[in-house]
């Protein structure tokens, strides 16, 4: 297929990359595939050396003659999709013990776990870890990508449908066929791709909901510990990611199982049939999408701003819940999000039983799809184009 000129979207974790290259001799870029890793470590280091390790070629070379192989790709260099590769980091450890200068190595991988553990056993305190997410509305605003609510959800944030004006319908479900399904063919033998599919169309069509392993392996057709096995796969691949629940000691009963969310709501449209952005306002689950949507949008602004997530929900046995709960220096900031248009009071009842039930909490928040409103009796009334100044 004809790339054409892509054109380049300025990227908010930059500030954090540039940074950590100054104090560290390796820097490592996870997120999940396409999310732009790759096309920023070439623009922000034009100057490095630069190895793709998803060609067979140079995994063979690389296995043949390990320190030939780095001899030939000296610092400065970038070595991308590093988690094909896992023992390049070990290698790479006796050359930082040698030079130990910053700045040495960029290394990018989209597989979470496995990549995280073998920096950790080979590059301790060597490696600046940035996580990358595909690109939040924050980013699109400023490259000038002004979009309806509706056109935020079908069209996502993976870079490549921006930059090759794609149809996200087709692009995200090749996207899930072309990296997820390989991937996972990769990491565990799944032998049946179809019950694999019905599991993660599944699981957007419950998006945001307390997540039931028995439940969705007796629609699946697979045990429960599969099912478990499958959801931490698309942890690892950075493709969902869980809500856990927010408790204290309030003295009430609280829920104790996550929500899953997708990193993409492109691909959550996608996965329930959606196509085009008409479709979306008029689908029953527009309130979900739009949830995990601005869920979405808080993990990658906090991320991208080098803060751990800290995001959680709140639930109680009564059923009194908040959708998310964002702890900033161990202060809760509740948040309700609502899809609809217009402002009504009645969308922050929640927000105030919260602050009367946890009185240390702060900045109850509504963010909807109409205006910001400011304060409004207490609450702060946002448009989910606030969402990047939710935390400085």
């Not at 034009?46 to 320190?67: C, I, Q």
């Not at 935020?152 to 319908?169: D, E, I, N, S, T």
């Not at 028995?214 to 990611?241: H, N, P, R």
Request: glycine share 6%.
């Amino acid at each position: 297929m004809g790339m054409g000129r892509r054109e380049f979207i300025e990227r908010d974790a930059s500030a954090q990359i540039l940074e950590a290259v100054e104090m560290y001799p390796v820097v490592t870029l996870c997120g999940p595939r396409q999310s732009g890793k790759t096309t920023l470590a070439r623009h922000l280091f034009p100057g490095y050396d630069y190895v793709s390790l998803e060609d067979p070629d140079e995994r063979m070379a690389f296995e043949h003659d390990p320190r030939g192989f780095l001899q030939q790709h000296a610092a400065p260099c970038i070595f991308d999709e590093v988690q094909n590769t896992p023992e390049l980091t070990s290698y790479l450890q006796g050359m930082v013990d040698k030079e130990d200068r910053p700045g040495m190595y960029i290394l990018t991988g989209s597989r979470q776990m496995e990549l995280q553990e073998t920096i950790t056993q080979s590059l301790a305190g060597r490696s600046g870890m940035v996580d990358l997410l595909p690109l939040s509305q924050h980013e699109l605003q400023k490259a000038g990508r002004v979009q309806s609510r509706d056109e935020k959800l079908f069209y996502g944030g993976l870079p490549r449908v921006h930059a090759q004006k794609l149809k996200p319908a087709r692009a995200y479900m090749d996207y899930l066929r072309t990296y997820v399904e390989r991937d996972v063919r990769r990491i565990i033998n799944v032998r049946n791709v179809s019950a694999f599919e019905t599991f993660i169309r599944l699981l957007a069509s419950r998006v945001g909901q307390i997540v039931n392993y028995s439940s969705l392996a007796g629609d699946v057709g697979v045990s429960a510990t599969t099912i478990k096995e499958w959801v931490s796969l698309l942890e690892a691949s950075y493709i969902v990611f869980p809500l856990h629940p927010y408790y204290k000691n309030y003295g009430k009963r609280l829920i104790k199982s996550p929500k899953i969310y997708f990193t993409e709501t492109g691909l959550v449209t996608a996965l329930l049939g959606i196509k085009s952005e008409e479709m979306v306002g008029r689908d029953p689950l527009i309130g979900c999408i739009y949830e995990n949507y601005v869920i979405s949008e808080c993990l990658k602004n906090r991320l991208n701003k080098g803060f751990s997530p800290d995001l959680y929900f709140f639930r109680d046995s009564n059923g009194f819940e908040i959708d998310l709960i964002l702890e900033h220096q161990r202060v809760p900031l509740p948040i309700e999000i609502k899809s609809a248009y217009t402002y009504n009071p009645d969308m922050c009842k929640n927000l105030r039983m919260f602050a009367e039930l946890v009185p240390e909490s702060k900045s109850p928040t509504l963010i909807y799809a109409g205006k910001s409103m400011g304060v409004q009796r207490g609450v702060n009334v946002l448009t989910d184009d606030d969402i990047h100044s939710l935390v400085e």
